[in-house]
Each structure stands twice: as structure tokens, then as C-alpha cells.
């Protein structure tokens, strides 16, 4: 009887000892991942901010793309205007002699007769040479009564008058497209008449 219950006595012992050792084990393994845990937070906050960063970054970088993009559209499209603008100069300017033809052989013509085939039909071309031109931005300066303005005539003589720096006549015709000028028109200016006493003086021989 003595000799059977030994083992038993054995088992149950070595059963709790197994059961403490599990216990312990799993002690260990949840003390373990609890410390993973609390050093775990520390990295997934950091990673939390750099994401941000990245983010904004990225957004920055997208929102100076869309500027730039923005501006190379703005520029190419000036730079198409400018060069469209610089074509019509060209082509008009070219085209200014051809016109100032025209026109004299209409003033030629109308010498002759005032009406007639000739003359209209150089009425006529004229007329349509300058509506044609004048869709593109071409207007004609006759300044004949205006101020004179350096900017848009050439004085190419002068004429006294009861009145000063007034356009006479215009010789020649100007012309600009919108804003820019092509050609200043060529005008006789008035001067002033001067005074028999002041010109008496400019003739008196020097004392």
C-alpha cells in the first residue's frame, strides 16, 4: 500500500511544479509585451509627426508646382502676344509705303478729273486698303488743326501765325497700330508773328 501511493505523491508534485512554471511563463510573456508596449508609443508617435511633415512637404512642394505651371502658362501666352504684335508691326509697317501710293495716285487723279473711273477706283482701293489695315489696329494721324505733339508729329517747317505750336498742314500722314507708334506724321507748325519793333532790332546793326 505504502509502495503505490509513492508515485502518485511524485505526479502531483511534478504536475505543480509544471503549473507553476507555466505560470511564470506567461507572467513573463505578458510583462514582456506590456514593456514593448510603453517603448512602442514613444517610436509610433515620432513616426506619427515625421508622416506629417512628409505630408506637408509634399504639399508645399505640389502647391509651388501648380504656381509655376500657373506662371510658365501666363508667359508663354504673353510671350505668343508679343510675338503676334511684332508680326503686325513688321507687316504693316512694310505695308505703309504701299498705302501712301495709293493715296497719291488718288490725289494725282482727282488733278485730272474730280470724278470719274480712275478716281473712284483708286477712292475705292484706298478705302478698303484702309479698312483691311485698320482691323488689324492701324489708325491714321492727320493732325492738321491739332496742338503739335513731339511725340506723334514731325515738325518739318514752320509758318508764322496769329497762334503757336499749331499744325498747319499735314505732309505726310502718320500712322500708329493701337499704342505703338510706326510713324509720326510730318507737319507744318505755326510760329508767332513777330513784332516790327523786335524785328527791327534782329535787323539794326550791332553798336
Given at each position: 500500500?505504502?509502495?503505490r501511493s509513492?508515485?502518485d505523491e511524485?505526479?502531483?508534485?511534478a ?8 505560470e511564470c ?5 505578458d510583462s514582456?509585451?506590456?514593456?514593448k508596449?510603453?517603448?512602442?508609443a514613444p517610436?509610433?508617435?515620432a ?6 511633415e512628409?505630408?506637408?512637404g509634399?504639399?508645399?512642394?505640389y502647391v509651388?508646382a501648380?504656381?509655376?505651371?500657373d506662371?510658365l502658362?501666363?508667359?508663354?501666352a504673353?510671350d505668343r502676344e508679343?510675338a503676334?504684335k ?10 505703309l509705303?504701299?498705302l501712301?501710293?495709293?493715296?497719291i495716285?488718288?490725289?494725282?487723279a482727282?488733278k485730272?478729273?474730280s470724278e470719274?473711273p480712275?478716281?473712284?477706283?483708286f477712292s475705292m ?8 489695315l485698320?482691323g488689324?489696329?492701324?489708325t491714321?494721324?492727320d493732325a492738321?488743326?491739332?496742338k503739335?505733339d513731339p511725340k506723334l ?6 509758318e508764322?501765325s496769329?497762334?503757336?505750336?499749331v ?6 500722314s502718320?500712322?500708329r497700330?493701337f499704342?505703338?507708334?510706326?510713324r509720326?506724321?510730318?507737319?507744318l507748325?505755326?510760329q ?6 523786335h524785328?527791327s532790332e534782329l535787323?539794326s546793326?550791332?553798336?
Open positions: 500500500m505504502l509502495f509513492f508515485p511524485k505526479a502531483s508534485e504536475a505543480g511544479s509544471s503549473t507553476d512554471l507555466d511563463s506567461h507572467e513573463s510573456v514582456g509585451e506590456a514593456f508596449e510603453d517603448e512602442s517610436t509610433l508617435q513616426k506619427l509627426v515625421h508622416a506629417y512628409k505630408s506637408e509634399l504639399q508645399s512642394k509651388r501648380l504656381a509655376d505651371l506662371n502658362r501666363k508667359r508663354s504673353r508679343e503676334v511684332r508680326c503686325r508691326v513688321q507687316i504693316l509697317e512694310d505695308l509705303p504701299v501712301d501710293a495709293f493715296k495716285g488718288l490725289e494725282e482727282r485730272i478729273e470719274g480712275v478716281v473712284n477706283g482701293a484706298v478705302s478698303q486698303l484702309e479698312s483691311t485698320g488689324y489696329g492701324l491714321c494721324i492738321t488743326g491739332d503739335f508729329h514731325e515738325a518739318i517747317g514752320y508764322e496769329d497762334e503757336e505750336d499744325v498747319l498742314k499735314t505732309i505726310r502718320g500712322y497700330m499704342d505703338h507708334l510706326l509720326p506724321a510730318s507737319v507748325v505755326s508767332k508773328k513777330r513784332s516790327e519793333e524785328t535787323q546793326p550791332c553798336n
